[in-house]
Each structure stands twice: as C-alpha cells, then as structure tokens.
C-alpha cells in the first residue's frame, strides 16, 4: 500500500494530526464495497483504513489503538489517490455529523499492547508446563500424499487458493458418507451507517481466499501432541506455482469421556476415554483470524469447529464519548458491531450418491383422552425436501436436518439410514432486505439450504464477491431453480455465525470465541459405533495423583501465605489452598 502512504494528498491530511516527527502510519486496505445507487459493477477501488504505531515504533506494536481520522480511496487501475473521505469521530449525541473532534483529534488515545515482548502485563508464573506425548508415535497413517487413514476413518484432504482446506471421499469403515466437505464462504458486514464505513463488508473466502490467507503452522504453537504437516500450492501474479508450506496440520487430542456405566448394584464401571482426530487451518486475513477444524470422533461424529480471534477492525471516536455502533473499547478506539457469517457445504454420499434430506421437529400432542390423556407425549414430525429451497433453525421445536438414504433400511430401527445436522440458531445478518450488505449475502438470510448438485456449483456467495453489487451464481440461485432434490444427488448447506457486540475483554486481543457444527450418526450404524473402543486403565493413561506434589510445593514455599493470600495449614494433605 505505498502508493497510498506515498501520496501528496495523503501526506498533507497527516501532517494536519500533529502526530510526533518519528510516527509511523500504516494502512489496511478493505475491498471499497458499493453505495445503495450502485445499479451495476463498480469501478474498482480501495478504500484505507490508516493507523499509527504506538510510540515506540516496535513493528509488532498495536496499530488499531491509534487509528486515524481520515481515510484514502485508491483508484486500482489508475494506481493512485483519487480522494479523501473524512471519517466521522463523533458518539451518539452526535448522529451522523462529521469534523466533531477538534485539532487534535487522537490525543487522548494510548498504547494497547498485545504482543509479549512488548506488554506490559508480567507473564503469569504459576503455568507448569503440559506435555502431549505419544510414546508410540500417532494412531493415523498418511498415504499418497495426502490419503488419511485413522481407525475406521478415511478420507482424503486438499487445498487449494479460495477454499483453503478441502475434503473429500470421506467414509467410516468402508461405508461411504460425504463425496466433499468445504468452508465455502463467509462475510462480516459492519454496521456503522456513517459513510464510508457502511462499505465495510469482507467475504474473506470469496475476496481474500482462505488458502492465500492461510497461516504457516508450527510446532507446539499452533498444533500439540505427534504432527502431520501438509503443504498447498499457490501462484503468483503470472501464474507460477509458489510452495505453501505447512498450511494443514493433523494431530490427535484427548476427548475427554467418549462413554462411562457404572453398574450400581456391582459399582463395577465400564469406561472409554474419547480420542479425536484434528485437521486444522489457520487464516489470518488482515486484522482477524479464524482456526477452522474438522474433528472425527470415535463415535461416528464429524464436527466442524470455528475459532474466531485475533484484532477487531477499529476507528477513532472523540474523548469521553459512545456510540451507537459499538462499544469504546480504549481511550479513543471504537470498535464497530459486525457479524461473522458462514457457510459450510456438504455434499453428502450416505452408502450411495443418491440422498434425500428430512426436516425432523419434536411437537407436542394436545392433551386428549383419545391420545394424550395424561399430557405428556409428543410426536416426531418428518417433513422431506421434494424440490430445492431453504428453511430455518427452530431450537423451541428441536428441529433437526437428516440426509438420508431412502434404498437403506436400519435393521434395528427400521428407519433409513442417515446422519443428522443440528443448526446452529444464529442470528442471521441484520442488514435491511435492500441494503447492498444483505444484496451481496443472501446465503446469510436462511440458516439451511437444499440443492441439487451440478458441477461448479461452490461457491455460497457466488462466484466473483469482490466489489459484488448482489450475490450472483450463488446458493440461492442455486436452490431458486426449484429442481426435485428426492433421492437425488444433493448439497446440504449451513449457515452459521455470531453477532459480535465488541466488549471490553476483546481488546487488545480477542480470545477466541468458539462455534462448533455436528454431523451424527442417526440410524446409521446397528449399535454404537464406539463400542469396541479398548477401555480405559491406569496403565495406558498414566494418571497421577496431584496431592503429594501438592504438599511437596507448599514445603518448598516455607509458610502461610499462597499468591499472597493467607491460607490454611495443611495437616491431613487434603485442605486447599485458598
């Protein structure tokens, strides 16, 4: 972005800040979006975001404390500034008005470190250290480049510019389950209305590109325990293949319980500890970063589990103010409400390619003397989708979505076979019907959709996002053309996300806020399938008491009084220390 820091006109409105003769400025360009008159394509241009360093100018400082009051527009093709956009400072006594703050609109912002070398938190000193350890090595083999075999599992995984991790051919002991399984976008629309923060709307598969923005992953940082790394492959602007390195990691991790009976009339407990396999992908697209994993579980389970964390994109308010569309989060430092909205697709293959999905609810029974006389039961209502369309995530009536294969018969149940998705019941994007935002996203506006597959039918947002005026080729195009979806070879896909109100505890860093999509089992194995785990026993598990050690620490601290506070005296081995 040094065509824009370079700029005369963006020089000028710098020295205007009085900021200190060292500062530097640094920039994050955003996609510049569309306004609500755009009828067609927009020219394309950049819009800046630009912040400075904290004082001392350390390179991994917190820019997003010191955030600028204007913002630079980019002409891509012309390759220079074509305007400043004043950037509104004010709270909510002051609407939509611009130019609130004064001529020195960013003294009273401060420094907010999250890097350790340079906070000033002292580290916390009472953290021992935890060990992974597989003295045999893992319990997954990796064939032909990319081939995963884990227990009963199988599958194989790919990756490539947009979608980043792929995978495919999935199958539970030979039987098949899913032909792909993909993240296939996601987008955080912004809801600050004063322009030109209204733009503020990434689709980071679709614009960014989940493989481009994906992280290179290292030991015991990102990834615990026995480590199978995979490489990807990129290109650069003419098309040459450049090595991604370390882009997918894949490990296995404790689950705690998978299954536990204690006999009470023997007291006599049978007991399996659940073991998960992890392939993993971090993305770190400008200020944000998502960890998307996929989970296999003993029990036949697949889960898919987002990780949102990183920095919230900030803008400058005025000292001692608030405002409507977010929370102050450090002196001087708004951080606008948005929402992470997004969606998996899921090609289903349950024993065949030809499946079907049933939408199951759980409905009470009036109370009857012919049905119900005592007012108790319910019924499960089974709805299955003919033609290709959507529907919504219902939690007050247990609403569930099964792929199905209608030619396989449980032998138990009698029931076909299948695998369940619970949705998760999001909020679903809050932009109005004729916004742009809402527009460019109409996969956000229902939590399910059923469609039939055709080739190159992937993406949920469509095809081209980048500076989109309205989602074209995308998922509700895809289920608009009302095509028979019974027993056919379909797509199920899910919407999902969270409706991020900034809090304090967000800043300077966010922890990480975890979301967690299930694919079950339901009727389709004949027991359950982690029966045959082996049980769990002190001599594999290694479990040690913690008591001794305990007492052996408080003798070496030599008195009464533990992280400063005073505690009891220990004398049986069992008092806590307070």
Not at 49 to 77: K, M
Not at 231 to 258: F, M, S, T
Request: hydrophobic fraction near 35%.
């Amino acid at each position: 972005m040094q065509k824009i820091l370079s700029d005369p006109m963006v020089i000028k409105e710098v020295m205007k800040l009085n900021l200190p003769k060292d500062a530097i400025v640094q920039c994050d360009p955003w996609m510049y979006g569309a306004d609500r008159d755009s009828t067609r394509d927009t020219h394309k241009l950049i819009q800046s975001l630009l912040y400075v360093r904290a004082p001392h100018n350390h390179p991994d400082s917190n820019q997003y404390s010191f955030p600028l009051p204007f913002s630079a527009v980019l002409d891509v093709f012309l390759g220079k500034v074509v305007r400043i956009d004043a950037l509104a400072t004010g709270g909510k006594e002051d609407c939509l008005a611009y130019y609130t703050s004064g001529t020195h609109p960013m003294a009273h912002c401060v420094e907010h470190e999250y890097y350790h070398e340079i906070q000033k938190e002292c580290p916390r000193q009472d953290v021992k250290p935890l060990h992974i350890v597989q003295p045999e090595g893992p319990s997954f083999t990796v064939t032909d480049e990319n081939c995963i075999y884990w227990q009963k599992w199988s599958f194989r995984v790919g990756f490539h510019y947009r979608e980043g991790m792929t995978l495919h051919d999935i199958r539970y002991d030979g039987r098949p389950l899913f032909y792909r399984l993909s993240m296939s976008e996601m987008t955080v629309p912004y809801g600050d209305p004063r322009s030109p923060y209204h733009r503020k709307q990434a689709f980071d598969v679709g614009d960014a590109g989940a493989g481009s923005t994906a992280n290179t992953l290292s030991l015991g940082c990102d990834c615990l325990g026995s480590i199978k790394y995979f490489n990807g492959w990129l290109n650069d602007d003419k098309g040459n293949p450049v090595k991604a390195e370390n882009v997918i990691c894949l490990h296995e991790q404790d689950g705690g319980i998978g299954w536990k009976h204690t006999n009470h009339r023997t007291q006599h407990p049978a007991i399996t500890r659940a073991r998960n396999l992890v392939i993993q992908s971090i993305l770190t697209v400008g200020n944000y970063e998502y960890v998307f994993a996929w989970v296999f579980m003993q029990n036949g389970n697949i889960e898919f589990e987002t990780r949102a964390t990183g920095i919230m994109s900030t803008s400058l308010i005025d000292v001692g103010k608030t405002s409507h569309w977010g929370n102050v989060v450090s002196p001087g430092v708004l951080a606008t409400n948005h929402q992470h909205l997004f969606c998996l697709r899921i090609d289903p293959m349950l024993d065949g390619p030809e499946n079907s999905i049933i939408q199951e609810e759980s409905i009470a029974i009036s109370q009857s003397e012919q049905e119900n006389p005592h007012g108790n039961a319910w019924r499960v209502m089974k709805t299955i989708f003919e033609r290709s369309g959507h529907a919504d995530a219902n939690p007050f009536t247990n609403r569930c979505f099964k792929i199905v294969n209608e030619s396989v018969i449980n032998p138990v149940s009698g029931n076909t076979v299948g695998y369940k998705l619970v949705p998760q019941p999001c909020q679903l994007i809050l932009a109005g019907p004729d916004s742009v935002a809402r527009r460019r996203a109409r996969f956000a506006e229902h939590h399910i959709w059923v469609t039939r597959y055709r080739d190159g039918n992937l993406w949920a947002g469509g095809k081209w996002t980048n500076q989109s005026i309205s989602e074209v080729d995308g998922v509700q195009d895809y289920a608009s053309r009302n095509e028979d979806v019974r027993d056919r070879d379909i797509v199920l896909w899910h919407t999902f996300g969270m409706t991020h109100n900034p809090r304090v505890e967000d800043y300077p860093v966010m922890p990480v806020e975890i979301i967690t999509i299930s694919l079950k089992p339901s009727d389709f194995f004949d027991k359950n399938p982690a029966l045959d785990v082996p049980q769990s026993r002190q001599e594999v598990n290694k479990s040690v008491l913690v008591q001794d050690s305990l007492q052996s620490g408080w003798k070496e601290m030599g008195g009464a009084e533990c992280c400063g506070l005073k505690a009891k005296v220990w004398n049986s081995g069992t008092d806590m220390c307070l």
